[in-house]
């Protein structure tokens, strides 16, 4: 275990399906990120959030939601996802400022079908 | 925004000898960090260069950031199985208070026993 737990590990949904992806870390980060990750693609940052705060929405469609309810816990809530949207999403925690290394989750392996 | 390049895309490596990735970023970078990600798992943290010119050893792998601070490199000696993954670079850009993390698309190695 890395310290920052992803659930579910695999998930397949249909296009009118409402699902959320879990993320909890037990590092004691105070910034949380969201990274979908496809393949032959550089990781893509999502969201950030810095002390339960979002700092960061790059350019994310709405059908992607994300929640932060306290600064060990983030979820990504999902609905009328697109195929094209199938791919890893990687939670991520660190310390905040500029200067520390990620800790990454295992992933939720997404397939929209 | 940001960009870092990274070459080769993929390497393929007999095992026992070295090889070389390399990072590069057309603006100053304030940090630069290094990932492995093993197939079918996530991305882990190896390690973060500050200074210009730093050089970091970890048993087999060589870190090292430019004089200018714009580039980095990551040489294997002696590669083994275990070596096998993908190994990105992430930077930070010093302007514009411009401290998002951007990943490099990676360098896929593959080894030859």
């Known amino acids: 275990e890395t310290g920052v737990t992803q659930t579910p590990r695999h998930l397949v949904m249909g296009m009118t399906n409402k699902k959320s992806l879990k993320c909890e870390q037990h590092?004691?980060?105070?910034?949380m990120y969201w990274y979908k990750q496809s393949a032959k693609k550089p990781l893509e940052l999502m969201f950030v959030y810095n002390f339960k705060e979002q700092t960061e929405n790059n350019s994310v469609p709405s059908r992607f939601s994300p929640e932060c309810p306290n600064s060990s816990h983030l979820f990504l809530h999902l609905h009328t996802l697109q195929p094209e949207d199938s791919a890893l999403y990687l939670c991520?925690?660190?310390?905040?400022?500029?200067?520390?290394?990620?800790?990454f989750g295992s992933g939720t392996r997404l397939t929209v079908v | 925004g940001q960009q870092v390049m990274q070459i080769p895309q993929y390497q393929h490596v007999q095992e026992g000898e070295d090889f070389t990735t390399y990072c590069n970023s057309s603006?100053?970078?304030?940090?630069i960090q290094w990932y492995k990600q093993r197939p079918g798992g996530h991305p882990v943290f190896l390690i973060q260069?500050?200074?210009?010119?730093e050089v970091k050893k970890q048993k087999r792998l060589t870190f090292q950031f430019g004089e200018a601070k714009k580039n980095s490199s990551l040489h294997i000696t002696a590669t083994q199985t275990t070596d096998v993954g993908t190994y990105f670079c992430?930077?930070?850009?010093?302007?514009?208070?411009?401290?998002?993390?951007?990943f490099g698309a990676g360098t896929t190695v593959t080894v030859r026993a």
């Open positions: 991520a925690s660190s310390q905040s400022g500029g200067g520390y290394g990620y800790t």
């Open positions: 603006t100053t970078l304030s940090n």
């Open positions: 992430a930077a930070r850009s010093s302007q514009n208070n411009d401290y998002k993390l951007s």
């Open positions: 590092l004691g980060h105070n910034a």
């Open positions: 260069l500050v200074k210009s010119g």
